[in-house]
T-cell receptor
Framework: AQTVTQSQPEMSVQEAETVTLSCTYD???????LFWYKQPPSRQMILVIR??????QNATENRFSVNFQKAAKSFSLKISDSQLGDAAMYFC???????????FGQGTRLTINP | ETGVTQSPTHLIKTRGQQVTLRCSSQ?????VSWYQQALGQGPQFIFQ???????GRGNFPPRFSGLQFPNYSSELNVNALELDDSALYLC???????????????FGPGTRLTVL
């Protein structure tokens, strides 16, 4: 079974600085997708960024980028120029190609200090 | 374009009762997935419905059941409620089409269920 682990229950960063959230996963599949979701206090899960396992190039979406290390099964999220609106729970998630479900980690609560 | 909506927002039930949660999928989507998110945890997959049939199920007992209607909206039913069923229940809709590529799931705001 696939598992996703986030070892940082809480992180905090000063506004405008850079923060990196960690995620590791375990799978025997070779073709899969990895995601970072943001869940603000409104509870609605929002997709931040996704990475396809067969792509070697790390995904980037504006201030958000990932460091995907397939051999190490590591998938970290870097947030540059942190903003107050970035404060939320962040979840790392996995799905196999053609699979029906997302497998989530336990989450990291990110606080942005003004 | 209307996003995913869920009702009710909050619900309080007592142990042993039954509950029905509702989800309206995003316009154009034909697949609905349900997740249970216990306090302080990540969401866990309950099941998925595609074309009104269950299309995958997580490690949840049979007292968790669902329906999908011709308009692709969905219900999650939980019988014989237990205290541990207290959680945020998230619905996500997606468009399943031919091929095995990625079908992005769009989440609703959830229903907070409290079992006393």
């Amino acid at each position: 079974a696939q598992t996703v682990t986030q070892s940082q229950p809480e992180m905090s960063v000063q506004e405008a600085e850079t923060v990196t959230l960690s995620c590791t996963y375990d799978t025997s599949e070779s073709d899969y997708y990895l995601f970072w979701y943001k869940q603000p206090p409104s509870r609605q899960m929002i997709l931040v960024i996704r990475q396809e396992a067969y792509k070697q190039q790390n995904a980037t979406e504006n201030r958000f980028s990932v460091n995907f290390q397939k051999a190490a099964k590591s998938f970290s999220l870097k947030i540059s120029d942190s903003q107050l609106g970035d404060a939320a729970m962040y979840f790392c998630a996995y799905t196999g190609r053609g699979a029906q479900k997302l497998v989530f980690g336990q989450g990291t609560r990110l606080t942005i200090n003004p | 374009e209307t996003g995913v909506t869920q009702s009710p927002t909050h619900l309080i039930k007592t142990r042993g009762q039954q509950v029905t949660l509702r989800c309206s999928s995003q316009s154009g989507h034909n697949t609905v997935s349900w997740y249970q998110q216990a306090l302080g945890q990540g969401p866990q997959f309950i099941f998925q419905y595609y074309r009104e049939e269950e299309n995958g199920r997580g490690n949840f007992p049979p007292r968790f059941s669902g329906l999908q209607f011709p308009n692709y909206s969905s219900e999650l039913n939980v019988n014989a409620l237990e205290l541990d069923d207290s959680a945020l229940y998230l619905c996500a809709s997606s468009l399943t089409h031919g091929g095995s590529g990625f079908n992005e799931q769009f989440f609703g705001p959830g229903t907070r269920l409290t079992v006393l």
